[in-house]
């Protein structure tokens, strides 16, 4: 069974930093694009930041300079380095893999509802 997992969330102040790992088991995704999304209060899901197959990431202008995504293939583990953290990136982060054909490109995973492994998420909260 295809399972992702996240951990790391958690609550801190304005400025500071949070690392989110995500870990994928009943399959490896090395070769699919994968990436975080998060959904703050009353906003739509968004995505946060993505790697492609062959490993190159896509970031939100909002979090460019700021987070760094991340993968170990060895550990089948998807990581997402947050800093400068500030109150608008308060959300419910989930990771998530397009798990049917590998793909290359920024726009590789950018549209949730195409993505069919998602993790239960990982709340983030930024204190002002």
């Known amino acids: 069974q295809m399972q992702l997992a996240e951990s790391g969330g958690g609550s801190v102040q304005s400025g500071g930093s949070l690392r989110l790992s995500c870990a994928a088991s009943?399959?490896?995704?090395?070769?699919?694009?994968k990436g975080w999304f998060r959904q703050g209060p009353g906003s739509e899901r968004e995505r946060v930041a993505s790697?492609?197959?062959?490993?190159?990431?896509t970031y939100a202008d909002s979090v460019k300079g700021r987070f760094t995504i991340s993968q170990d293939n060895a550990n089948n583990t998807l990581y997402l380095e947050m800093d400068s953290l500030k109150p608008e990136d308060t959300a419910m982060y989930s990771c998530?893999?397009?798990?049917?054909?590998?793909?290359?490109?920024?726009?590789?995973?950018?549209?949730?509802?195409?993505?069919?492994?998602w993790g239960q998420g990982t709340l983030v909260t930024v204190q002002s």
């Open positions: 998530a893999s397009d798990y049917s054909v590998p793909c290359v490109g920024s726009w590789c995973c950018q549209r949730w509802d195409a993505l069919d492994v």
């Open positions: 009943g399959f490896n995704w090395r070769n699919y694009c």
């Open positions: 790697i492609d197959s062959n490993g190159s990431p």
